[in-house]
């Protein structure tokens, strides 16, 4: 599975973005999808993750701002960014987990960086 995020950039706090990923490969075999973020000098974490039937949890730094969908028919995910901060700042990196058979995989995107200016 590969996977290429865009959209990101920059923008002043209580602005908007939205963020893509596309996959490609064995997108047959895709399960969950997500976003996660990795601040500088901070551990990656999740911003928000959505089951193949559409159940999306969020995390509580983004529930209410953040809205993530999914479109099946084209491999797409997305994440619309609202009300930004400044501790939203982050390198944001699309997700994808493979099943296969009794095994997982994980799959990351190459990252897309959004910096919120205050």
């Known amino acids: 599975v590969h996977l290429v995020e865009s959209g990101g950039g920059l923008v002043q706090a209580g602005g908007s973005l939205r963020l893509s990923c596309v996959a490609s490969?064995?997108?047959?075999?895709?399960?969950?999808m997500g976003w996660y973020r990795q601040a500088p000098g901070k551990q990656r974490e999740l911003v928000a993750r959505?089951?193949?039937?559409?159940?999306?949890n969020y995390a509580d730094s983004v529930r209410g701002r953040f809205t993530m969908s999914r479109d099946n028919a084209n491999n797409r995910v997305y994440l619309q960014m609202n009300s930004l901060k400044p501790e939203d700042t982050a390198v944001y990196y699309c997700?994808?987990?493979?099943?296969?058979?009794?095994?997982?995989?994980?799959?990351w995107g190459q990252g897309t960086q959004v910096t919120v200016s205050s």
């Open positions: 997700y994808a987990e493979m099943r296969e058979r009794l095994s997982r995989y994980d799959f």
């Open positions: 490969g064995s997108v047959g075999s895709i399960y969950d």
């Open positions: 959505t089951t193949r039937g559409g159940s999306t």
